[in-house]
């Protein structure tokens, strides 16, 4: 190593005083493990997304994986990078012992609020956006992880919705063995495989079936079970109570897709797509159609 890489790596270590590095312009919206602001860095004079985490709630959740080696959420955002993934720009340690990360900060809605509104922009733009979803977690799974909390909230549309991104990486996994094991009940209720409820082996099949219900949201604006309480007690009656057809709440929406979505929210692991790729060959015609 010669002494440029010895010096950036030791730069790289160093805690960072986030109050000095940046000016916090939003009070910060709270998540599971961590704050959110919209920041200016007055180092790289921008203004970007900061995420940091609550030294507490991360070990807790870390503690989950004794001995495995389990890379921060930095690491895994930082390694991620497709056009469909928020970029991220450095992650690190502050002087108080937080880990912080930086990234590009998304102007746009998220498509949880798009939902909840019924945002009529949506209308002619569904299908290429579930095609970025569709792509986005694709890369995901090509890097080796599984993200653990596909939903509506953690996609950011462009403003004028022609396009969006994935972010948060704060439940996501290595997609090996190790990391598999039944008991990590982690993520979004009403998104969560039965796989996950029921304490079983994961793998990479519990983000198809988070995908399949987001997508089934975005094209009809309610989730398959309409009755079903938004807990993980709800979450049961993923594998016990048929979801609503999609073409009967949205009749015009291309049958290859809603076969395709469909597939993808199957109780069985066994039988939904093996991967993204598939899904995103099975729907390649269907961009066109959609109105």
């Known amino acids: 190593m010669g002494f440029l890489d010895k010096l950036q790596s030791l730069l790289k270590n160093e805690k960072v005083d986030l109050n000095l590095r940046f000016d916090l312009l939003t009070e910060g919206l709270a998540g599971t493990m961590s704050k959110f602001h919209r920041a200016r860095d007055r180092q790289h004079n921008r203004i970007v997304g900061?995420?940091?985490c609550d030294p507490e709630k991360l070990a807790l959740f870390e503690a989950r994986f004794p001995g495995l080696n389990k890379p921060s959420e930095g690491e895994i955002a930082e390694a991620l990078q497709h056009e469909s993934i928020v970029e991220t720009y450095e992650h690190g340690i502050s002087t108080k012992d937080q880990h912080?990360?930086?990234m590009d900060y998304l102007f746009g809605p998220g498509l949880h609020v798009l939902?909840?509104?019924r945002d009529e922009r949506l209308a002619g733009k569904r299908v290429r956006l579930i095609r970025q979803m569709a792509e986005a977690l694709e890369?995901?799974?090509n890097a080796g992880y599984i993200h653990r909390d596909i939903c509506p909230r953690n996609f950011i549309c462009s403003e004028d919705l022609e396009s969006l991104k994935l972010i948060d990486f704060g439940l996501t996994l290595p997609d090996t063995a190790p990391f598999r094991q039944p008991g990590n009940r982690t993520g979004t209720p009403m998104y969560m495989a039965p796989e996950i409820?029921?304490?079983r082996t994961t793998d990479r099949r519990v983000d198809i079936f988070a995908f399949g219900v987001t997508a089934y949201e975005l094209l009809t604006f309610q989730l398959p079970w309409p009755e079903a309480e938004a807990t993980g007690r709800g979450a049961l009656s993923h594998d016990t109570v048929k979801p609503v057809p999609l073409l009967e709440l949205r009749p015009k929406?291309?049958?290859t897709l809603a076969d395709a979505i469909t597939v993808c929210m199957s109780p069985d692991p066994n039988h939904?797509?093996?991967s993204m790729d598939l899904f995103l060959r099975r729907i390649r015609k269907v961009e066109a159609e959609e109105g």
């Open 50 to 52: 900061l995420k940091i």
């Open 100 to 102: 912080y990360i930086v």
């Open 115 to 117: 939902v909840r509104e």
């Open 139 to 141: 890369a995901v799974h």
């Open 197 to 199: 409820v029921r304490r």
């Open 253 to 255: 929406v291309s049958r």
């Open 272 to 274: 939904r797509p093996k």
